[in-house]
């Protein structure tokens, strides 16, 4: 009995295993090897195991394992002051939130006095976040006129306040609706687009932001060397920024109203003087389509969701891209629709798609083939579908869509259903700005279109974060 008691006194305290002799720097790094199920597992075998496994230092540098330093650091700088003066963040209690995310929270943040000076109403315009500011390009609206202003609203580290909106160019590049931006660095890569008189672009812009003690926020476009191979002329495509260094378009509108279904990566030079496109040619590729989303989610892989076929038809299909072997290739990711609660569903045109803190993507809006605008919130879990790496033939779509979707709650300000909006995050991930899309509601009571464009910004925040 005393042997009894001695040899489990001996489990508990982990003496009995290798393992628990080992330095303490160690069994971080081996911990730090391991899937967040069997740091848990292993946390619960002794004290010594359970102290370090719930160590604020080891769940930080888990986060930033999982979801890359750029974005725990900005979430740290994105923290209020009331969080910046804890001695330091909940890091186990943030992944936990994180991973386990079942809402989200909407504010409108424009300015309801009307005091401001602020950007027109518009769709399919961008949007993007760089250099701690906003940026507003082009985009259509009612009547089919294109815009052609550039508009900034710095932020810094006032995620959540009134932003004040700022003109700065217009005129350059010409004005546009259905073009891609993308931010690399600290510069703005736009391509293509159409304009009013359904003329298609298939130019490439740099813009590049300065601030000025005196003149304030400056914005300054020009056109890219990019030689004599450029993709054909197209709007409603859709772009990333891969690799930190590259941009990758795919699809859309071409001549004649065409849907293409091309892939092109637009490699840059250092000084972003000159540029060089490569079409990707792979099989199998996504089938042609617009409107649809194109997301980076770390190095080279993106992942394409959605859009409008050849056959007008309203797509829901998921594939990735990817580097095997050393080449670009496509591949399809199947899952089943039989789970989706009653009322929703997840094809959709005109949508957003946003990397989001941790590493997965946030959907929002878009509209269906019917064209009823949607305003749910849904998270594509990547974590959840294999590497692209993996041969297609091992890819097993029973039950994985319980794993690979999640419609999240809308808290706060309930925007209106909307499509063809624009959405960007702040550096961390943790706030998502929306501005502008078609919306559902009558412009007057007699007009009976029901379609008119939104003005309006929008924060959504990740809740709920410690």
């Given amino acids: 009995m005393a042997e009894s008691s001695s040899?489990?006194?001996?489990?508990?305290?982990?003496?009995?295993s290798p393992i628990a002799n080992l330095a303490q720097d160690h069994l971080f790094s081996i911990l730090l090897r391991l899937p967040v199920d069997s740091i848990l597992s292993l946390a619960m075998t002794c004290k010594r195991f359970r102290s370090l496994a719930s160590s604020d230092t080891l769940w930080e540098s888990i986060c930033r394992r999982d979801w890359g330093h750029k974005q725990v650091d900005a979430f740290k700088y994105s923290c209020n002051q009331y969080?910046?003066?804890?001695?330091?963040?909940?890091?186990?209690?943030?992944?936990r939130q994180v991973t386990q995310l079942e809402s989200v929270s909407c504010r409108?943040?424009?300015?309801?006095?009307?005091?401001?000076?602020?950007?027109n109403p518009r769709a399919s315009h961008s949007l993007n976040f760089v250099s701690n500011c906003l940026v507003l390009f082009g985009g259509g609206c009612e009547g089919g006129r294109h815009l052609d202003d550039t508009w900034v609203a710095y932020v810094g580290n006032d995620f959540q306040g009134m932003l004040k909106w700022q003109k700065v160019n217009s005129g350059i590049p010409s004005g546009r609706f259905g073009h891609t931006c993308v931010v690399i660095g600290d510069c703005l890569v736009l391509f293509g687009g159409?304009?009013?008189?359904?003329?298609?672009?298939n130019?490439?812009?740099i813009g590049q932001i300065a601030c000025h003690e005196n003149l304030g926020i400056t914005l300054s476009w020009r056109l890219l060397d990019v030689g004599s191979i450029a993709p054909p002329a197209r709007g409603a495509h859709a772009a990333c920024c891969i690799d930190n260094r590259k941009m990758v378009i795919h699809a859309g509108i071409g001549l004649y109203g065409l849907r293409l279904g091309d892939t092109w990566v637009l490699e840059l030079s250092e000084n972003f003087c000159i540029g060089s496109w490569q079409q990707l040619v792979t099989h199998p590729s996504p089938p042609a389509r617009s409107g649809h989303s194109l997301t980076c989610i770390g190095g080279d892989r993106t992942v394409l969701f959605g859009g409008r076929g050849v056959g007008y038809e309203v797509l829901n299909d998921v594939w990735f891209l990817d580097v095997y072997e050393g080449f670009f290739k496509w591949v399809q990711i199947?899952?089943?629709?039989?789970?989706?609660?009653?009322?929703f569903s997840l094809p959709r045109v005109g949508h957003s798609a946003t990397l989001i803190l941790g590493g997965r993507v946030l959907i929002y809006g878009g509209e269906d083939s019917a064209r009823r605008r949607k305003d749910d919130f849904w998270v594509l879990d990547t974590k959840a579908i294999p590497f692209t790496s993996v041969q297609q033939s091992m890819l097993d779509s029973r039950g994985l869509l319980l794993n690979m979707w999640k419609r999240l709650r809308a808290e706060g300000y309930k925007p209106n259903c909307r499509s063809f909006h624009r959405a960007c995050?702040?550096?961390s991930g943790r706030?998502?700005?929306?501005?502008?899309?078609?919306?559902?509601?009558?412009v007057q009571p007699a007009d009976t279109s029901g379609l008119r464009f939104d003005g309006r910004l929008l924060l959504v925040e990740l809740v709920p974060l410690l």
């Fill in 7 to 16: 040899s489990t006194s001996n489990i508990n305290n982990g003496s009995t």
């Fill in 83 to 95: 969080q910046m003066m804890m001695m330091t963040v909940p890091w186990m209690r943030l992944y």
């Fill in 108 to 119: 409108n943040i424009s300015d309801a006095d009307g005091d401001l000076v602020l950007p």
């Fill in 194 to 201: 159409i304009n009013d008189r359904g003329n298609r672009h």
């Fill in 203 to 205: 130019d490439t812009w």
């Fill in 334 to 343: 199947p899952y089943e629709l039989q789970n989706i609660p009653a009322g």
């Fill in 425 to 427: 995050p702040d550096y």
């Fill in 431 to 442: 706030y998502l700005y929306v501005f502008g899309g078609m919306v559902d509601g009558l």
